[in-house]
């Protein structure tokens, strides 16, 4: 299990590398600014990286920005093995081959079943990948295993009571889904902790959302005059109890910078300011925006390849906007791809979602911007 030394030797905050800087071509990671971004995160004191299998070029980023930069005991890097009906036991079995190969960490501190939830947590079982990660326990190719989740809380309970050896669980939590029926941050956590299981922290603000929120959040925030937006979000989640670390995917030096202002020396939210809090999801629940973290899950088997989490983000830009600019904006996602009209109902984005959206439905409404 994890031991104490472990649980207390990673700052509050975690480097999550799902959304690292791309160059101008918005695809090649930017190693160079990744470095410097780690080199500003091991100064401040953090140990724990965060990737996965699934994050495209993150594993051989890493591998240059951190793991051929400094000793291999400096640090924890965690990545993840996903299973899905698209991927076969031979090909998941073999996933952290190649992730140790892309990364050359040599082995994974902490290594997660991937974002398991009602769509997909029996080719896990039916695969055996339970009893799969502790062999590579055994085999010194990780160090702990767990498994991340995005599903309800009865699949929670039911995944621990059937797997208690698992070591931690990585949770989405943030203001916004506190109480979320679709996510269920808070009693998720609970569950996690009566279970006596440490948490790591997925989407603490939401995808970026919660660093740009809506106007209504922002003015409750901008009266109290305390840091930046982000600040707020990361802050609340860190003063939460029983976790290993929070995870912020961070994008840039500038993001970095931000971050370590508040969570280097990290101070829980005070009663007041969890008052704050409070308003704000307040107004979250008020607004009808789409609650999509950009992951892009639903996009991978997209038969029709629309840009859906681009399609949403011009949705929910669009109130105040002028028509033409949000016409011009919808016409630069879907360039060259589907648009929200050539949805055919498959249903694979909604199984796929992690947020459980509507997808089909929101697609349908996002026709209006064509």
Not at 3 to 24: D, I, Q, S, Y
Not at 191 to 201: D, N, Y
Not at 317 to 339: A, D, H, L, N
Request: hydrophobic share 35%.
């Amino acid at each position: 299990m994890i031991t104490e030394k472990e649980f207390n030797k990673n700052m509050r905050m975690g480097f999550g590398l799902m959304r690292l800087p791309r160059l101008e071509d918005g695809q090649t990671i930017d190693v160079e600014q990744t470095a410097k971004m780690a080199d500003m995160f091991i100064e401040a004191g953090g140990t724990y990286f965060d990737t996965a299998y699934a994050y495209p070029g993150s594993e051989e980023a890493i591998r240059k920005a951190l793991v051929e930069r400094y000793p291999r005991d400096s640090y924890t890097l965690a990545s993840k093995l996903m299973a899905n009906k698209d991927i076969d036991l031979e090909t998941a079995k073999k996933e952290i081959e190649v992730s140790l190969e892309r990364s050359g960490a040599g082995y994974f501190d902490f290594y997660l079943l991937h974002a398991l939830q009602r769509s997909n947590y029996k080719f896990y079982e039916e695969y055996g990948l339970w009893d799969y990660v502790k062999e590579l326990k055994e085999k010194g190719l990780i160090k702990h295993y767990g498994f991340s989740f995005h599903g309800d809380p009865e699949l929670l309970k039911e995944l621990l009571a059937a797997h208690p050896d698992a070591e931690f669980v990585q949770l989405q939590i943030n203001y916004a889904d506190w109480e979320n029926p679709g996510v269920c941050s808070r009693e998720n956590l609970e569950i996690c902790r009566a279970a006596g299981k440490p948490v790591t922290v997925m989407e603490p603000v939401k995808g970026g959302i919660l660093a740009d929120p809506i106007d209504s959040v922002k003015a409750i925030l901008d009266a109290e005059n305390k840091g930046s937006y982000a600040s707020w979000a990361l802050r609340f989640v860190a003063s939460q109890e029983g976790l290993l670390t929070v995870l912020s995917g961070m994008s840039s030096v500038e993001q970095m910078a931000d971050n370590l202002s508040f969570m280097k020396d990290f101070k829980p939210l005070d009663e007041q300011e969890m008052a704050v809090i409070e308003a704000c999801r307040k107004a979250l629940d008020e607004d009808q925006s789409i609650p999509c973290t950009g992951c892009r899950y639903c996009t991978k088997g997209c038969p029709m390849n629309i840009p859906i989490p681009d399609i949403f983000t011009v949705e929910n830009r669009k109130k105040g906007s002028p028509e033409f600019r949000t016409k011009r904006e919808y016409t630069i996602v879907t360039q060259g791809k589907g648009k929200a009209s050539d949805c055919i109902q498959c249903g694979q984005c909604e199984a796929a979602c992690p947020q459980h959206l509507p997808i089909i439905e929101l697609l349908e409404k996002c026709r209006a911007l064509e």
